[in-house]
T-cell receptor, first 114, second 116 residues
Framework: GENVEQHPSTLSVQEGDSAVIKCTYS??????FPWYKQELGKRPQLIID?????GEKKDQRIAVTLNKTAKHFSLHITETQPEDSAVYFC?????????????FGKGTKLSVKP | GAGVSQSPRYKVAKRGQDVALRCDPI?????LFWYQQALGQGPEFLTY????????KSGLPSDRFFAERPEGSVSTLKIQRTQQEDSAVYLC??????????????FGSGTRLTVV
């Protein structure tokens, strides 16, 4: 089955700096890679996703890059703001399961200091 | 409904008590997933339903855990004889397509279960 590794586990940046979170996956059949943001005590919310037919996707200050050969993908947040502080999770489908349920990384706690 | 609704929001159970957690997915969503999220960890897969069929229950940690979705909409996760290690947030998610590879999940707010 799929294995997703995420790092770093914690990340502290100054407001306005960039933040990068990296994930690796093990199953070369995986073709969909979402990122979720979870604020304290709230539900995980999808912020951006990428499919394996593209190498990069951007949405305002957020971008995701995918390297299929190396089996890793990264979340990039530019011009960070205090409201970006949250836990971020990457995920990949588990094709070892029956229907490709998402397997999540352990999360990265991002703190943006004003 | 507009989103995925879970109830109760919080549940405190005495060890050995049975609990039932409810999930009402987005109307028309085919896929429904249950995840367990321990404090400071990522969501861990428990089970998956496609309409009323439970197609994957490989993540259920023991036979004390049981899930159903009899009419292909509302789902219930039942935990029998709760233990302290069952304390966690139980998240329900739904998606329009089949499985997790056709698009992102929409999560509910979760049920925080505390076993004392």
């Amino acid at each position: 089955g799929e294995n997703v590794e995420q790092h770093p586990s914690t990340l502290s940046v100054q407001e306005g700096d960039s933040a990068v979170i990296k994930c690796t996956y093990s199953d070369s059949a995986s073709n969909y890679f979402p990122w979720y943001k979870q604020e304290l005590g709230k539900r995980p919310q999808l912020i951006i996703d990428i499919r394996s037919n593209v190498g990069e996707k951007k949405d305002q200050r957020i971008a995701v890059t995918l390297n299929k050969t190396a089996k890793h993908f990264s979340l990039h947040i530019t011009e960070t703001q205090p409201e970006d502080s949250a836990v971020y999770f990457c995920a990949a489908p588990n094709y070892g399961g029956s229907q490709g349920n998402l397997i999540f990384g352990k999360g990265t706690k991002l703190s943006v200091k004003p | 409904g507009a989103g995925v609704s879970q109830s109760p929001r919080y549940k405190v159970a005495k060890r050995g008590q049975d609990v039932a957690l409810r999930c009402d997915p987005i109307s028309g969503h085919v896929s429904l997933f249950w995840y367990q999220q321990a404090l400071g960890q990522g969501p861990e897969f428990l089970t998956y339903f496609q309409n009323e069929a439970q197609l994957d229950k490989s993540g259920l940690p023991s036979d004390r855990f049981f899930a159903e979705r009899p009419e292909g909409s509302v789902s219930t996760l039942k935990i029998q004889r709760t233990q302290q290690e069952d304390s966690a947030v139980y998240l329900c998610a739904s998606s329009l397509g089949i499985g997790g590879r056709t698009g992102g999940y929409t999560f509910g707010s979760g049920t925080r279960l505390t076993v004392v």
